[in-house]
């Protein structure tokens, strides 16, 4: 039966088998990873496997993790996100065709042929977008694009790496989806840069983090038992720890052409010079703490901030400015550590108090306009008092 239907695909259809074909189970669709720009046979299960029983046939199908969100569930909505609307469909045995916006239940009964499109329109897929960027960096493509080098694009990944964080602030949302979708252009942009360099592509960068996540969840994946988050992070430190010393250990077998021995990696090797200085605090900390580097509670944390403040407070007779700018780093640093043991993110902290202040201050000037005065005329306590009501505002707003 099945190669009646090849058959039939390839004088109808115009089925070219160079280009693979993907035969599905229509009752499977929605747990098969498919890709739109290749040719795609839908069979039913009786008509692929007549007279045998299915043994899942009872069994739940469930969605293909990374495509079940809402509309993964069911074949047409699958379909639907996987082509055009106006996508021909072809029908076997009959000359009457349909469109992937058009299919009903119904027609699920029956094999189907569903053609491909062409890469950069099978937006769904994991390969659209490293088609797109290709075409793209082409000869005939953008010339932005074409001009583009790692250096040139690392500040549109420290843009939109920022956007995805202040989207995250609202949680799931469609606009999240949008900012994920940005940074992620960033990373195809990445490898496709690296591809045409001969370095590595898209399917490196998979492969890599793949394959470390599976290595550092042996919990998951291996024999290895962990029952808390506290476990899974002292485990993930020390896995890390032996990746570090491996690493270290090949690049001493390369050998350094300078006779020069290499440094031994640590714990807090690794952190990017980059991240925002809250963020790198507290993962220096962090990664400190998983190895047994930490206060037993918060409480000789939060003496240390006091012995910080005290210590800031004396670098204030000190004639060095450099004095005080240390001591207010350490200060800060000290309250990273309250904020760790605390469970709170100390970069989001602090955003989310300059948000605060940013709507407070700006009533403050809304509420001086109304009184038609200018902030730069008002005294502390003027000033103070629109704070306390700008304050009260906030308290009994819905």
């Given amino acids: 039966m099945l190669d009646a239907l090849v058959t039939e695909a390839r004088l109808r259809f115009g089925l070219d088998l160079a280009a693979g074909l993907q035969v599905i189970a229509t009752e499977r669709l929605i747990a098969t990873p498919f890709e739109a720009s290749r040719p795609v046979l839908l069979v039913p299960l009786a008509v692929l496997r007549p007279g045998a029983p299915d043994p899942a046939a009872a069994a739940e199908v469930q969605p293909l993790p990374g495509r079940h969100g809402p509309l993964g569930r069911a074949p047409l909505d699958v379909l639907g996100r996987a082509y055009p609307h106006d996508h021909a469909v072809g029908?076997?045995?009959?000359?009457?065709?349909?469109?992937?916006?058009?299919?009903?239940?119904?027609?699920?009964?029956?094999?189907?042929?569903?053609?491909?499109?062409?890469?950069?329109?099978?937006?769904?897929?994991?390969?659209?977008?490293?088609?797109?960027?290709?075409?793209?960096?082409?000869?005939?493509?953008?010339?932005?694009?074409?001009?583009?080098?790692?250096?040139?694009?690392?500040?549109?990944?420290?843009?939109?790496?920022?956007?995805?964080?202040?989207?995250?602030?609202?949680?799931?949302?469609?606009?999240?989806?949008?900012?994920?979708?940005?940074?992620?252009?960033?990373?195809?942009?990445?490898?496709?840069?690296?591809?045409?360099?001969?370095?590595?592509?898209?399917?490196?960068?998979?492969?890599?983090?793949?394959?470390?996540?599976?290595?550092?969840?042996?919990?998951?994946?291996?024999?290895?038992?962990?029952?808390?988050?506290?476990?899974?992070?002292?485990?993930?430190?020390?896995?890390?720890?032996?990746?570090?010393?491996?690493?270290?250990?090949?690049?001493?077998?390369?050998?350094?052409?300078?006779?020069?021995?290499?440094?031994?990696?640590?714990?807090?090797?690794?952190?990017?010079?980059?991240?925002?200085?809250?963020?790198?605090?507290?993962?220096?900390?962090?990664?400190?703490?998983?190895?047994?580097?930490?206060?037993?509670?918060?409480?000789?944390?939060?003496?240390?901030?006091?012995?910080?403040?005290?210590?800031?407070?004396?670098?204030?007779?000190?004639?060095?400015?450099?004095?005080?700018?240390e001591e207010f780093g350490d200060l800060l640093f000290v309250l990273v550590n309250v904020a760790r043991k605390r469970g709170i993110e100390a970069e989001a902290a602090v955003r989310a108090a300059n948000a605060k202040f940013r709507r407070r201050f700006g009533s403050v000037e809304r509420q001086a306009a109304d009184q038609g005065v200018a902030l730069r005329d008002l005294d502390f306590a003027a000033l103070d008092e629109l704070w306390d009501t700008a304050k009260a505002e906030e308290r009994i707003a819905p």
């Fill in 91 to 325: 029908r076997f045995g009959t000359a009457a065709a349909t469109r992937i916006g058009d299919l009903g239940p119904d027609d699920l009964a029956a094999p189907l042929y569903i053609g491909p499109v062409a890469a950069e329109a099978a937006v769904a897929g994991p390969w659209a977008m490293p088609a797109i960027s290709a075409r793209l960096r082409a000869p005939d493509g953008c010339p932005w694009d074409q001009e583009q080098t790692h250096a040139s694009l690392r500040k549109h990944l420290l843009e939109e790496a920022y956007e995805v964080y202040d989207a995250l602030e609202a949680g799931a949302t469609p606009a999240l989806a949008g900012e994920l979708g940005d940074l992620l252009l960033q990373i195809v942009l990445h490898a496709q840069l690296a591809a045409e360099a001969g370095v590595f592509d898209l399917a490196d960068v998979q492969a890599a983090i793949a394959t470390k996540i599976v290595r550092r969840h042996p919990h998951v994946f291996g024999d290895a038992e962990a029952r808390t988050a506290s476990d899974v992070n002292r485990q993930w430190e020390r896995i890390k720890a032996d990746e570090r010393a491996a690493a270290g250990a090949a690049e001493a077998d390369g050998g350094d052409p300078d006779g020069v021995a290499p440094t031994a990696r640590g714990a807090l090797d690794g952190i990017s010079a980059s991240l925002p200085a809250l963020a790198a605090s507290q993962e220096m900390q962090e990664r400190a703490a998983n190895i047994g580097y930490d206060w037993p509670s918060i409480d000789g944390v939060l003496d240390k901030v006091i012995e910080e403040t005290d210590e800031l407070r004396a670098a204030a007779d000190d004639p060095d400015p450099a004095a005080w700018a």
